[in-house]
């Protein structure tokens, strides 16, 4: 399966943006879509992430409250409501697809190609 990230830019710190992650080449439905960022220096971080067969979710803590991970397989998309951004946020986002629940990042094999999200203050 083949991921497309979009919807980063610049917001200022309180703002909202929202990603998308669309895929194709696969059965979308049958797989989770999962959020991870990553600034310089750093390695990736779990940001949430939705399953495939309940549409169950899980956050990190530090996006729990602020974030929304969704998915509507009618469009063959994954969604990343961010509100209430912070400075902290700042980093790329990737999306990543594969038939589990986790947030490992080395446990998925599918990637999108990132997405730039600045926050300033």
């Known amino acids: 399966v083949q991921l497309q990230a979009s919807g980063g830019g610049l917001v200022q710190a309180g703002g909202s943006l929202r990603l998308s992650c669309t895929a194709s080449?696969?059965?979308?439905?049958?797989?989770?879509v999962a959020w991870f960022r990553q600034t310089p220096g750093k390695d990736r971080e779990f940001v949430a992430v939705v399953s495939w067969y309940n549409d169950s979710t899980y956050y990190a803590a530090s996006v729990k409250g602020r974030f929304t991970v969704s998915r509507d397989n009618t469009k063959n998309t994954g969604y990343l409501q961010m509100n209430s951004l912070k400075p902290d946020d700042t980093a790329i986002y990737y999306c990543?697809?594969?038939?589990?629940?986790?947030?490992?990042?080395?446990?998925?094999?599918?990637w999108g190609q990132g997405t730039l999200v600045t926050v300033s203050s």
């Open positions: 990543a697809a594969d038939r589990i629940f986790a947030s490992s990042a080395a446990q998925y094999d599918y």
């Open positions: 080449g696969g059965t979308f439905s049958s797989y989770s």
